[in-house]
Every structure is written in structure tokens, then in C-alpha cells.
């Protein structure tokens, strides 16, 4: 049967009330390498949140994992940042992944790297910013999202689709594709947030 993994904390104490950076793993918060695994949820209490570690948060080699509504940096309500040492999310050699409605924030590398993977979806995720959209300062110290080394599929349908994110107060690059072949990138906000009509929110990526 396929893996479930939901309602978690990851790296630290929840009950603390300072949280402890003490309590990280050394290694990957979550390591998926068998197929058809589930990361998180949009039900209650299925969100894992994970934060303090000092290698990636979630790494995938399998194929058909779905990351879900999970919050990587931050804790539940991401009213407070924590970070994770390396990258976020890290697809290499997977394939059918879907990445969608995680709160990726304040982390010491790339919020999501892809490399060498297919059929890969990232759909309405905040990438660099809270759950809200409006919390500046806790961007990734490097790229928002960056692919690498992904070839062209045979069809029409892309190898990688990102759609409907906020990616934003990142260190470096909102999106860099090197070597990355038959990419869709459609209807995301990058830099900023347009959802406040007042002040606009200047969030732009380094």
C-alpha cells in the first residue's frame, strides 16, 4: 500500500515556547523513495510542518508522491519562521510529483529543486513568503524554484507546470531553468503580491 505521511512535526518541539532548533534532524526531514507516497493534506491536521533540519526538508526519487498543504520553514500558522539548512523540496530522478499549497519559506538554499524528473506539477504554493502572502524577510537564500536537467517529453503535455504560485523575497531567482526542456510556466505572481490594493506589497526576488 502506498505511504501516508500527515499531521507531523519534523525537526523540533511544538510544545516549546520558543521552538528549538536543538531538536532538527541531520539529515532529510522526509525521504520518499517508494511510489505513490502522500505528503500532508488540506484536511485538519494533516499538514506536516517541518523546519530546523539540517539537510532538505522533503527529498523524492520515487514516483507518484503528492506534497500537500504542508508548511517547510514555517510553523502551523506561519506566524513564525524557522528555516531548514539546505533545500526545501528536492525532486532527482522522480516523476508524477505534485507540489501544491505548501508554505516554503525562509530556508538556507532553493525552495523547490528539480533535477533529472518528469511529470512534475507545482501548483498555488507560497514560495518565499507566509501563508498570508504578505510576510517580508523570510525568503529562500537562494532560488524560489529552480530545474535542472529536465529533457522534453514526446508529446504536448510539459515535463514540469508551474502554475498559480507566489513566489516572491527570494535570495535569488524567482524560477532559473539550466537545461530544462519543455517547462510550463503559467499564471503565477513573481515578485509581488497583487492581492493588496493599497499598498501593493513590494516583494521582488534578488
Not at 90 to 106: C, F, M, R
Not at 132 to 150: K, L, R
Request: net charge negative; hydrophobic share 35%.
Amino acid at each position: 500500500a502506498a505511504d501516508t505521511v500527515q499531521g507531523n512535526y519534523i525537526g523540533f518541539d511544538p510544545s516549546a515556547d520558543v521552538p528549538d532548533f536543538g531538536y532538527g534532524n541531520s539529515g532529510f526531514g522526509i525521504d520518499v523513495q517508494n511510489a505513490g507516497s502522500t505528503i500532508g493534506g488540506t484536511g485538519a491536521n494533516e499538514a506536516n510542518v517541518i523546519s530546523f533540519n539540517d539537510s532538505v526538508g522533503i527529498d523524492v526519487s520515487g514516483s507518484g508522491a503528492s506534497i500537500v498543504g504542508n508548511r517547510i520553514g514555517t510553523e502551523l500558522t506561519s506566524q513564525l519562521v524557522m528555516g531548514i539548512g539546505n533545500v526545501v523540496i528536492n525532486l532527482e530522478g522522480a516523476s508524477d510529483v505534485t507540489i501544491s499549497q505548501d508554505v516554503i519559506a525562509n530556508n538556507s538554499n532553493d525552495g523547490i529543486h528539480i533535477e533529472q524528473s518528469s511529470a512534475v506539477q507545482i501548483l498555488g504554493n507560497k514560495i518565499g513568503t507566509d501563508d498570508s502572502g504578505t510576510e517580508q524577510g523570510v525568503g529562500n537564500q537562494d532560488d524560489g524554484i529552480e530545474i535542472v536537467n529536465v529533457a522534453a517529453s514526446a508529446g504536448s503535455t510539459p515535463q514540469v507546470l508551474i502554475d498559480g504560485n507566489l513566489i516572491a523575497s527570494n535570495a535569488g531567482d524567482g524560477i532559473r531553468l539550466t537545461s530544462a526542456n519543455g517547462v510550463k510556466i503559467t499564471g503565477n505572481v513573481i515578485g509581488y503580491n497583487t492581492t493588496d490594493s493599497d499598498t501593493g506589497f513590494v516583494f521582488g526576488n534578488n
